[in-house]
Nanobody
Framework: QVQLVESGGGLVQAGGSLRLSCAGS????????MGWFRQAPGQERAFVAA????????YYTDSVKGRFTISRDNAKNTVYLQMNSLKPEDTAVYYC?????????????????WGQGTQVTVSS
C-alpha cells in the first residue's frame, strides 16, 4: 500500500503564493505518475496537474497554466505544487494522487492512491 500526506495549504490573499507538498510512504517504489486534483465547494473533484516519474512530462488544466508548477523529488518520495498568482477561484481542497501506471492520466480513475486533502483558501 501507498500512503500520501499533503501539507502546505492555508489562507492567502489573491495574488499570493503557496507551495503544496505530498509525501509518499509505503510501497513508493511502485509509484510512477503523480498528480494534483482539487474540489471546490459544491463541485466535483477536478484535475489540476500531473507529472511522470522523471518529472520530464507535466500536464496542467488550462486555468492554472503559467501560474502553477508541479515538480517531484523521488529521493524524498515527494511531489510539489507551486501555486503563484492565486485567485479566489483557486479556493478548494487539494488532493494528491499517485498511480503505478506509466501513462500519466488526467482523470480521477487513473489514480489508485489518494491523500486526505489540504484546504487552500484565497481571499479577495
Amino acid at each position: 500500500q501507498v500512503q500520501l500526506v499533503e501539507s502546505g495549504g492555508g489562507l492567502v490573499q489573491a495574488g499570493g503564493s503557496l507551495r503544496l507538498s505530498c509525501a509518499g510512504s509505503g510501497l513508493t517504489f511502485s509509484i510512477d505518475a503523480m498528480g494534483w486534483f482539487r474540489q471546490a465547494p459544491g463541485q466535483e473533484r477536478a484535475f489540476v496537474a500531473a507529472t511522470n516519474w522523471r518529472g520530464s512530462n507535466t500536464y496542467y488544466t488550462d486555468s492554472v497554466k503559467g501560474r502553477f508548477t508541479i515538480s517531484r523529488d523521488n529521493a524524498k518520495n515527494t511531489v510539489y505544487l507551486q501555486m503563484n498568482s492565486l485567485k479566489p477561484e483557486d479556493t478548494a481542497v487539494y488532493y494528491c494522487a499517485a498511480d503505478s501506471g506509466t501513462v500519466v492520466g488526467l482523470e480521477e480513475y487513473d489514480y489508485n492512491y489518494w491523500g486526505q486533502g489540504t484546504q487552500v483558501t484565497v481571499s479577495s
